[in-house]
């Protein structure tokens, strides 16, 4: 007789994920208190969350699984800002790009401590950088279809290389922000002008849009005769 496997009932099912969800929120909170999540141990994160140790190895095979949950919550959402985008559409492309990097930025500011911790793993865990780097080629994918596209119907340069461009753009400015976030402290208004000079610098640079034009002379004239006035 063939045997059967039981699944677990639904109720089993959902005690499972609210004890996982209040052990990721339990490390969130103790890393958002000061701690760090290499000293963090196995025992403290368990008794936190109201489990024991063999519990909670019931649900997450060590605590690189831990972080790993947590670097991909980091990462929901952000994937998803820009897909809509048209350089050529009718909204500013500049200010368009500054806003998505705003929102970025944004959103790791509300969760600063958890992307240092993972940041810091990623530092020494193979595992966890290899995560970072698979999230990051999915930007560079995406970006580099856009300016192929762009490419293509005369907007951009002949002389980009789509690929390159994009993995300077993602991996240029993921590091901008990763440093930003995690070394300055929370103002929207410092936010706002980081998030103009990465936009910036990626239209005018990596999807070489012409710079503005430049002041006329009656316009010189009066800045040249504003720099004399005492």
Known sequence: MASTTRRPSAAAVDRR????????????????????????????IASEAGLSRSTFYLYFRDKTEL??????????????????????GPADGLAW?????????????GRAATYAAVLEVAGYDRAVSEALEAGQQRFIDRVA??????QRAGRASTGLDPVRAARVMIWGG???????????????????????????AHW??????PPEPAAGPEAQEKIATDEQAP
């Open 17 to 44: 994920a609210a004890a996982e969800a209040r052990t990721l929120d339990v490390v969130e909170k103790l890393l958002a208190e000061g701690a760090s999540f290499t000293e963090l141990s196995v025992e403290r």
């Open 67 to 88: 972080i790993l949950r947590l670097a991909a919550s980091l990462k929901t959402g952000t994937f998803d800002i820009g897909t809509d985008w048209d350089p050529c």
């Open 97 to 109: 790009l500054a806003d998505a990097y705003l929102s970025i930025i944004r959103h790791y500011r």
């Open 145 to 150: 279809v856009l300016l192929a596209r762009e």
């Open 174 to 200: 993921e590091k901008v922000i990763a440093q930003h976030v995690t070394t300055t402290e929370d103002d929207g208004e410092e936010d706002a002008r980081v998030a103009g000079e990465l936009a910036a």
């Open 204 to 209: 005018y640079g990596v999807y070489r849009r």
